[in-house]
């Protein structure tokens, strides 16, 4: 019997970077490919203590069923939190997600009619174009430099193309490292608000700053005006409980609840509670520290190692935050060839095609340095150098 | 800023049924109207020591990301637990999802195009509606009667209508009750097939059978070809860790795992251990006895309760498992009008109309036993007893 798909299938795909993984996971190479938090600073011991919390003090109720819009005392804390860095907000501007991978996705079902267009970077972040793909989105893409997206570009594309909302990663971006400077956000705010266009700020990253100065968020800066901030808990607690949240105007959020409604029902009652458990301990703050330590350490293993093993032809920016570093290789060269060479050598990254969402960028790469040590980052680094210089 | 809202919008609402519980818990009044599982029979000891489990015994890799598919040893676990329960399966065809509301969703999302007609019962499960709605599904209605979908009314309604998938709620029907007769699943099987239509199986009661024999589900009557079968831990285990799953040929899954990657990426890492140690220790099997014994005494209860105070005009059909009975009142009553009534005596149940994917059935109402203890099922019951004798 034939399956009698939707129109709207035809544009879901399979994460390359997912397929990617589990064939690194056979072969056991240094992989620099993946997006993965490393393990060995997952907050085990804390999380598991707050976890009996739920079930000590909040008994039967941690198992029932909840409201969708997420568990008030965990988003009480949310305010207070984000506020303390600049996100202001009451609990009626936010609700719980299973992470911010399915915030996109409710805000792609609320706002995309098929064929809208979605203002994206370019380079962008692929999970996003996966949430989007299903809606039948298409994209108009504007060029980044090392201080963001380029606002000469971003006004002749907004007059050429007309998008229905634009979708940003302005800090510490997946896949670039590269973080939007202050100047520029205000003009893509101005700009957006002229238009009247929303701005989608995704921000999982943010809070892993180890160098330079902060810059507000989107968010901050429009005084949470016509932009819908979402970030995630999987970065700076853990990714496996799948817990990220939105933050926006009480309309958007009014709209995202009927749509989570439909989807799921509501946010996972027991994670919800004991993450409450887990931040009011005063675990959250105590731990993200550590996190930063350790991919600033990781980062300046890679930077350095690209330093002496990447022959001059390879150009890339120096992230001051974040998971990534993004590399730009001689004109004319294919990463995606490359990758094959690479593996060969035993080692992965992923190749800059997949992050441009009307195509191009084969001649980018990007690494990732979180889920690696000392040796490997040095190791895989060395190989990589060899693989490009050969070319 | 006005949000540019997508077209299938329009379709979103919220669950009647969800903003009736936020007013009973409110009032505090004996609420019939829900379909929440007791949480007095949450197994709180028994999934706390397989939360420790997952956390000594997995350490962070519960914590981590993990694959789109599910926890392979879960999905193994599942496919000897389930074949013993007739549902024959091996691991390509499981995926677990956030409870099967998500299954109804991703569903949806790989089959409906805007105008399509799904066939469901008349009533049918409200949340099934909510799911199909934002994808602009229309919907083919086929009566029951006390053995379940009426064959005739089926043919008819197929040749008319030329639906795209039947969905149905065979076993303990929320929220009828009512399960559907093997010689009509049998018919149903044949003229599905025939018609090339595809089965959704929605069975999240069926597991909780305390009278009369157990019937074959759609899925082992069709050797698994041309049924998507779905089901919960939610009614078995705790609604609030979200976990439920789809059995399916593989051809099926493959479409919906790329729905779940674009959705929210993956199931819960943690929850999908502590399910599995919780499974593994034999706690499941232990547990859903205490379950079923506790819901028959409350069904015997309320079924008691309604011969006494009931007045005669008042029809319903005994249920032989699930959480609810249904009740048909004299022809020219409205539910609607007589929840208020009741509502004011303090004592609420949910109006029949919303169960009705094209309107009608203002005359039944569904009334939910499993949440309620003896005295508040035999005072609630007598007053609604009075409500209705008064008409």
């Known amino acids: ?39 060995d600073l997952f907050p085990l011991k804390h999380f598991a203590t707050a976890m009996q919390d739920a079930f000590r003090i909040d008994g039967a109720s941690a198992l029932q069923y909840d409201v969708t819009e997420g ?33 996109l996705d409710l805000i792609g079902k609320i706002l995309i009619d098929p064929g809208d267009r979605v203002l994206v970077e370019d380079p962008t972040y692929l999970g996003a174009i996966q949430a989007f793909d299903p809606y039948e989105a298409r994209y108009a893409t504007v060029p980044m430099d090392d201080e963001g997206m380029r606002i000469a570009d971003l006004q002749t594309v907004i007059r050429a193309q007309r998008p229905k909302f634009a979708y940003l990663v302005p800090t510490f971006q997946n896949p670039s490292g590269i973080t939007m400077t202050l100047s520029r956000r205000r003009q893509l705010l101005d700009i957006l608000h002229q238009k009247n266009l929303y701005a989608l700020e995704d921000d999982p990253y943010g809070f892993l700053r180890w160098s330079g100065e902060k810059v507000p ?35 958007v959020i009014a709209s995202l609840v009927l749509a989570k409604q439909a989807a799921d029902l509501q946010p996972n009652t027991l994670i919800q509670r004991a993450v409450y458990h887990y931040c009011k301990r005063g675990y959250l703050d105590q731990h993200i520290p550590f996190i930063i330590e350790a ?49 060969k050598q035993n080692v992965a990254f992923v190749a800059g095609t997949v992050f441009h969402a009307n195509g191009g960028g084969d001649d980018t790469l990007r690494l990732n340095f979180t889920n690696s040590n000392e040796k490997q980052i040095r190791e895989g680094v060395q190989r990589l150098g060899k693989v490009f210089a050969r070319t």
């Open 71 to 103: 568990y008030l005392p965990l988003k009480e804390f949310l305010c207070g939190w984000l506020s303390k860095r600049g996100v202001r907000c009451r609990p009626e501007n936010l609700l719980l997600t299973n992470g911010s991978q399915q915030a």
């Open 295 to 343: 991919y600033k350490k990781r980062a300046e293993w890679m930077l350095e190692a690209m330093e002496c093993s990447f022959p001059s032809t390879v150009e890339w920016v120096r992230p001051e935050g974040g998971m990534f570093i993004w590399c730009r290789l001689k004109k004319g060269l294919s990463a995606t060839r490359l990758f094959k060479e690479a593996v």
């Open 217 to 251: 968020s989107l968010y901050e800066l429009a005084g949470g005006k016509g932009v819908i901030y979402t970030s995630t808990f999987s970065k700076i607690l853990s990714p496996g409980i799948r817990l990220g949240f939105v933050v926006a105007e009480p309309d």
């Open 1 to 39: 019997m034939k399956l009698p798909l939707a129109r709207r299938t035809r544009r879901m795909r399979r994460s390359t970077i997912r397929e990617i993984l589990k064939l690194m996971a056979r072969q056991g190479i240094i992989s620099f490919a993946g997006g993965l938090p490393s393990p």
